[in-house]
């Protein structure tokens, strides 16, 4: 259980984990959340609700699979007058339901463990939403990450890099609530204040990007 309370961000979830379904190598993964932003370096609220059931498994000794399937109502609200048309008229389409199938496949050296000073990580996501409800887009991303001790353990180095991009496939395009904030992803941001901008009115709110690197 999650509950993270901020003067402008509340973020509460539940995850059950099944680590071996059947006795067998299966992670079975149920998660719900509710999370709600209000004027968060912004001029607008937002609010989610959601849940997606999920199942890993190997693919080789490692590598895994994870299967999932997500459903969640997402919603852009209390747009400010002085705010973008763009953030405007996703916040008129209200809340909408978007229904997505999705999987990752990951690489973890550390789950057959020759060099324990090092560790080499990859993962890539795609999630396709269509599935039913209102949304239609693909969104993928990738991360690969390198680790290493040094002087007896005491100093870790580490190179990451990670990207994505959101696809709109149906004609609405995205909205601010699916598309990249890097939020938690890119250092010496604020909440929101990462990604391109509409300087053509007063707020100069931060859209979110359709895609994003970081290293």
Do not use: C
Not at 63 to 69: A, D, K
Not at 154 to 183: C, H, I, K, P
Request: glycine letters at 10%.
């Amino acid at each position: 259980v999650k509950i993270g309370t901020t003067a402008d961000n509340k973020d509460s979830g539940i995850t059950f984990i099944e680590p071996s379904l059947l006795d067998r190598d299966l992670k079975l993964k149920l998660s719900g959340w509710y999370n709600t932003s209000e004027n968060s370096n912004s001029r607008y609220s937002t609010k989610r609700l959601g849940f997606s059931p999920s199942i890993e498994f190997p693919l080789a000794e490692r590598t895994r699979l994870e299967l999932r399937y997500k459903i969640s109502s997402d919603e852009i609200y209390a747009v400010s007058a002085g705010s973008s048309p763009i953030l405007q008229a996703e916040e008129a389409r209200g809340s909408l339901i978007t229904s997505a199938l999705g999987y990752t496949v990951s690489f973890d050296s550390q789950l057959a463990e020759t060099d324990p000073t090092s560790r080499t990580t990859f993962r890539f996501s795609q999630d396709f939403a269509g599935a039913g409800g209102d949304i239609e887009a693909i969104t993928t991303t990738g991360l690969a990450r390198y680790e290493k001790h040094i002087f007896n353990d005491e100093v870790t180095l580490r190179a990451e890099l990670e990207g994505g991009a959101v696809v709109a496939s149906g004609a609405n395009g995205t909205r601010l609530v699916d598309r990249f904030t890097g939020n938690g992803k890119v250092r010496g941001f604020e909440a929101n204040g990462y990604g391109p901008r509409d300087l053509t009115v007063p707020n100069k709110d931060a859209l979110g990007g359709n895609m994003f690197a970081v290293a």
